[in-house]
């Protein structure tokens, strides 16, 4: 990856970070407050990624598109590398989505991939979809989702083709919330979440479950 371009010559004062103060009696609230804006900026660069190339994206544009100043970028992220290593990361999202024992997992993760849309407006595993087919992010982005989702998946499965079953399994999650977030099917999200974890899970759980 390329090193984080900056303007050559006197720089302006940069605007102070856009945080709420914390309040007196306590640090919840603005550790709310970083958590989300930090959702922001990675909300933002995924956003940016997807239609430029990495070395084509300045700090200045993530900061722009977040709704905070680029030095709170660098507060959170440290530089562009770093940030970007994020956004092209999966594993934090696979340890929520991996959260449940493996005789529950189906549904879990139908309930996970849905909650992620409704709640944040985007799941991150369903950027993979929108991953380029050429280019050095893209092949980042698709190698990280196969260690870090599939490949993390079919470690825990037991029986005959488990790299198959995994891939399977994480077809219909990603089929389904590209249904709910992107396509936005009227059924699907006008229907209770459990109600569709009920229907759907069983779907993928029979990938994860060894054939008799």
Known sequence: M??????????????????????SHGTAPARR???????????????????HAHADITLRAVAERAGVSPPLILKYFGNKDALFARVMSF???ADDLLDAP????????????LASQRDRGADPLVRIAFAPLHGDHGEVLRANF??????RLAARL??????LRAELAVAGLLGLGVMYGVARGPHLRGTDLDAIADRYGPLVQAQLNPRS
């Open 158 to 163: 037991t029986g005959p083709d488990r790299g």
């Open 2 to 23: 390329s090193a984080v371009s900056t303007p050559s010559g006197p720089r302006a004062a940069a605007p102070a970070p856009r945080e709420t103060a914390p309040p």
């Open 146 to 151: 196969r260690a870090q989702v599939t490949e």
């Open 33 to 51: 407050d970083a958590e989300a804006t930090r959702a922001a900026i990675l909300k933002a660069a995924r956003h940016l990624l997807a239609r």
């Open 102 to 113: 493996l005789e529950e997992l189906g549904r879990h993760m139908v309930r996970h991939v």
């Open 91 to 93: 594993d934090t999202d």
